[in-house]
Nanobody, 122 residues
Framework: QLVESGGRSVQPGDSLRLSCAAS????????TGWFRQAPGREREFVAV????????YHANSVRGRFTISKDHAKDTVYLHMTNLTPEDTAVYYC?????????????????WGQGTQVTVSA
């Protein structure tokens, strides 16, 4: 199972780091993706990182502000978010892509976490 943490309420312009920790039963050789879902909107791809830590890909909406990274020793993937805006408010999820290709489509993912709430407001 993948477990997200780190979400909280922040102000516009703040930074935040989300974590996605994997339990041993998830397995290996999968890409890890971050998605987000705001109220009334479809789930949206945010970023993905391959098993070995590269390559990585970020959605246009967050490129230059968000960075995905991986700590192999801790089996944890991070989403570093900077210059947050109210439009970033959403529940953030991580999941595993066992195709290994680093897909941007949620249908290719499994082992979804429960999500962590990020709220950006003045």
């Amino acid at each position: 199972q993948l477990v997200e943490s780190g979400g909280r309420s922040v102000q516009p312009g703040d930074s935040l780091r989300l974590s996605c920790a994997a339990s041993a039963d998830v397995g290996s050789n999968y890409a890890t993706g971050w998605f987000r879902q705001a109220p009334g909107r479809e789930r949206e791809f945010v970023a993905v990182i391959r098993w070995r830590g590269s390559p990585k890909y970020h959605a246009n909406s967050v490129r230059g502000r968000f960075t995905i990274s991986k700590d192999h020793a801790k089996d944890t993937v991070y989403l570093h978010m900077t210059n947050l805006t109210p439009e970033d408010t959403a529940v953030y999820y991580c999941a595993a892509d066992f195709t290994g290709t680093g897909s941007t489509g949620s249908r290719d993912y499994s082992n979804w976490g429960q999500g962590t709430q990020v709220t950006v407001s003045a």
